[in-house]
C-alpha cells in the first residue's frame, strides 16, 4: 500500500481533472501539498476551463461553455464545497454557485428560433409514436451490442426534424453521427432534463465564467497548500514496468522544459496521474477580419503522450479513434465583446429573458446550425462596466450562411457577428453593431471528439487492470454509466484515481439514475407526448 505521507505526487496536465485530484489528494488521502506536482506546458491551469483576454482581438474570450445540474454533478458538489469563493472566503463555492441559480434562476423563453426571427413554442416536443419506440429501443440495448455504430443508425429522418433533437442536440453538442452509445448515457444520465430542455431550467451556472469562478479558486486553495505547480513542462513519455500483470508500476517520466530534455524517477511509494487526450488541442483564434485556421495534423502535441502511452499495453486506449476524423470533431465558437449595451438589451426584449437567464438560443433554420448564450453580466471578474459579452457556436460550419453565403468556418468575426444579426432580424442596427462589437472566434478541431464512435477498449480505465501505482485521468478515460463532455467527469475519475491508489475510506458519490425516481420518470414519459 502507497505511504501518503511519503508519496511523491506527479499530476500531467494542468485542467480540471489534475486540480480535482490534487485537492483529493490533500483532502482525503493526507498527501502533503508539497509532495503533489502538477505538470502542464501551457502558462496557464484549467485546460478547457477557460475565459481570458482574447488573444487575437481587443476583448474577451471564451472558447465554450460548460453547464452545470444539480442533481448528476455529486462529485464536483463535493468538491466546490471544500474550495472558498474567490469573493467571500467564508462561503464554499458550492454554497456560492447554488445561491447564484437562486438568484438567477434560468428558464428559456426563446429557446428555438425560426426563420424569420420567430420564437417557436419548443414545448411541443414533436415526437410521433416511432420516434418513441425507437428511443426505448436504443434505451433498451445493452452498449456491447450497440457497439462503434452512429446515432442515425437507431432513428428515422422524423426524429431528426423534431423540436427535441434540435434542443438536446444543440445543448450537448451531438452530431448525427456520434457515437449511439454516449447518446444512450447522455439519456439516461439527464433523464430529469427531459421535461425541461425547453426552458433549461435544470441548468445551473458559475458566478462568472468557469475559469473565474471555479479554476482560480481551486488555485488559490492548492497554492495556500503549498502544491508545485510547473508550467512550461512537458512530458513526452512515461516507463512502465509491467513484468508482473498484478502490480503494474510507472517508473519514469521524461519531461521537457524550456527544450531541455530531463526524467523523473518514481520512487516506491510515488504516484504518476497523466491526463490524456485533449478537446482543445490546436485551438486556432482569430478576430474581426480574418479566419481561424483549422490544423488537421496534431501540431501542438495536445495528443502525443497518450499516442506513446498507447503503444505500452493494450489497455492503455487507442487515441486514433478520438483524433483520427477532424471533420466529423471540428466546430467553431465566437465570442462577443460589446462596447455599450444597445444589442444586449435588443436581445433581452426579443427573447424575454434577462442576461444569465435564457441559457441557450438556437436558430433552427440557420445553415450553421447557429446557438448563442447570453451569460450574466459581467461574464469575467474584471470586465469593464461599459462592456458586455455573449457566446456562440455553429455545428455545421462548412455549410454556407442563409445571409453572409460562405461557409462558418471561412468567415471573419465580423462575418459572423452579420449573420448573427440577421438571424436576430435586427438589421436595423447592424452597422451600429458592427462598429462597437469586438469579434473573437475559434476553430477547435477536436472540440466533440468525445462522442466519437468507439467500442469500449478505446479508452482505457482510469485505473488499468493491475495498476499499483498510476492512473489516467480526464474526458478520454472510461467510466462506466457516466457521460463525458461535462465537468463532473473529470472529477469523478480524479476521486476514483486518487481513492483507489490509496485507499481511501469514503464513498465516491453514486451515479444519479434519475429512472429510479418515479417522479423523474413520470415526467420524462409525458414529455414524450407533448
Not at 484515481?497 to 423523474?520: E, Q, T
Request: with cysteine; charged share 25%.
Amino acid at each position: 500500500m502507497l505511504d501518503p505521507k511519503i508519496s511523491q505526487v506527479w499530476l500531467v496536465g494542468g485542467g480540471v481533472a489534475s486540480l480535482a485530484a490534487a485537492v483529493f489528494l490533500i483532502r482525503d488521502a493526507g498527501v502533503p501539498g508539497p509532495n503533489i506536482h502538477i505538470l502542464e506546458e501551457l502558462p496557464i491551469a484549467g485546460g478547457a476551463l477557460d475565459g481570458a483576454v482574447s488573444p487575437a482581438q481587443r476583448g474577451f474570450v471564451t472558447r465554450g461553455g460548460r453547464m452545470l445540474e444539480e442533481e448528476a454533478y455529486q462529485c464536483l458538489w463535493n468538491l466546490l464545497e471544500t474550495i472558498p469563493s474567490l469573493d467571500d472566503p467564508k462561503v464554499s463555492v458550492r454554497a456560492e454557485t447554488l445561491a447564484f441559480n437562486e438568484r438567477v434562476k434560468t428558464e428559456a423563453h426563446a429557446r428555438l428560433i425560426a426563420a424569420g426571427a420567430k420564437i417557436l413554442d419548443a414545448a411541443e416536443y414533436g415526437f410521433d409514436t416511432r420516434d418513441r419506440v425507437e428511443l426505448m429501443r436504443l434505451l433498451a440495448l445493452p452498449e456491447r451490442v450497440i457497439g462503434a455504430r452512429r446515432i442515425d443508425d437507431f432513428f428515422s429522418e422524423h426524429f431528426f426534424a423534431t423540436n427535441f433533437w434540435q434542443m438536446w442536440r444543440t445543448t450537448f453538442a451531438f452530431q448525427n453521427w456520434h457515437s449511439a452509445i454516449e447518446l444512450k448515457r447522455y439519456f439516461l444520465r439527464f433523464v430529469q432534463e427531459f421535461s425541461r430542455i425547453h426552458t433549461l431550467s435544470g441548468v445551473r451556472r458559475t458566478k462568472y465564467n468557469q475559469y473565474d469562478s471555479l479554476v482560480r479558486p481551486i488555485q488559490n486553495w492548492l497554492k495556500e497548500r503549498e502544491v508545485d505547480v510547473r508550467f512550461g513542462t512537458r512530458v513526452t513519455d512515461v516507463d512502465f514496468d509491467q513484468s508482473d500483470p498484478g502490480a503494474r508500476r510507472a517508473t519514469r517520466i521524461h519531461v521537457q522544459v524550456d527544450g531541455s530534455a530531463g526524467t523523473i524517477d518514481l520512487g516506491p511509494h510515488d504516484v504518476a496521474m497523466m491526463t490524456i487526450g485533449s478537446i482543445t488541442a490546436d485551438a486556432t483564434y482569430a478576430g474581426d477580419d480574418t479566419v481561424p485556421e483549422l490544423i488537421r495534423e496534431r501540431r501542438d502535441g495536445g495528443w502525443s503522450l497518450w499516442e506513446t502511452l498507447a503503444a505500452k499495453a493494450t489497455d492503455f486506449g487507442r487515441p486514433n479513434t478520438f483524433f483520427g476524423n477532424v471533420d466529423e470533431n471540428k466546430w467553431e465558437s465566437f465570442t462577443l465583446t460589446m462596447h455599450g449595451d444597445a444589442l444586449l438589451k435588443r436581445i433581452v426584449e426579443f427573447s424575454n429573458n434577462e442576461p444569465g437567464t435564457g441559457a441557450l438560443m438556437t436558430f433552427v433554420d440557420s445553415g450553421w446550425l447557429m446557438s448563442i448564450v447570453v451569460p450574466y453580466q459581467p461574464h469575467f471578474a474584471d470586465m469593464p462596466r461599459d462592456q458586455f459579452t455573449l457566446w456562440g457556436y455553429g455545428l455545421f460550419i462548412d455549410a454556407p450562411g442563409d445571409f453572409v453565403k460562405t461557409p462558418m468556418a471561412k468567415c471573419t468575426g465580423k462575418e459572423i457577428l452579420t449573420e448573427l444579426i440577421h438571424q436576430l432580424g435586427f438589421e436595423d442596427m447592424l452597422d451600429d453593431v458592427l462598429a462597437t462589437t469586438d469579434v473573437t472566434t475559434v476553430m477547435m478541431p477536436y472540440a466533440s471528439a468525445l462522442f466519437s464512435r468507439r467500442v469500449p477498449e478505446d479508452r482505457p480505465l482510469v485505473l488499468p487492470a493491475g495498476a499499483a501505482n498510476f492512473a489516467f485521468l480526464g474526458q478520454f478515460t472510461e467510466l462506466p454509466e457516466d457521460v463525458v463532455f461535462t465537468v463532473e467527469y473529470s472529477v469523478h475519475g480524479a476521486m476514483h484515481a486518487v481513492y483507489g491508489l490509496y485507499g481511501v475510506a469514503l464513498d465516491i458519490p453514486p451515479i444519479y439514475h434519475g429512472l429510479s425516481d418515479p417522479k423523474v420518470g413520470l415526467k420524462a414519459l409525458e414529455s414524450a407526448f407533448r
